[in-house]
């Protein structure tokens, strides 16, 4: 009886050894997604803290997104800026409405 058993064990070791060794990777693979997953995230949170879009000096032209920075605007060297300045008056650029009144006016 138990050689019997060691057969079948040694017979089924390659499978055992392969269940084994998907089961790793499997979750090696959920792991790695997780850690991709929550660095992309705070990645996000941090680029929503980039305050340009709100600032006075923000002009919404692709060309001159800044007038007092242009080169870091928009970027993540922006979100202590020093020359910030709120823009509550106004409202949001609509670059929307200014790309179609370009293509009309063509």
């Known amino acids: 009886m138990i050689n019997l058993l060691s057969e079948e064990i040694l017979h089924n070791l390659p499978r055992i050894f392969c269940m084994i060794v998907i089961l790793s990777l499997i979750t ?6 997780y850690l991709t997953f929550h660095s992309g995230i705070n990645y996000v949170k941090r680029l929503h ?7 006075a000096f923000f002009t919404g032209d692709y060309r001159l997104k ?18 910030y300045e709120a823009n509550n008056n106004q409202k949001k650029p609509n670059l929307y409405r ?9």
């Open 28 to 33: 090696i693979g959920l792991h790695n997604f």
């Open 98 to 106: 200014a790309k179609r009144k370009l293509k009309i006016k063509s």
């Open 49 to 55: 803290q980039i305050p340009c879009s709100r600032c």
């Open 66 to 83: 800044c007038t007092v920075h242009p080169y870091s605007a928009l970027t993540e060297t922006a979100i202590n800026c020093t020359d």
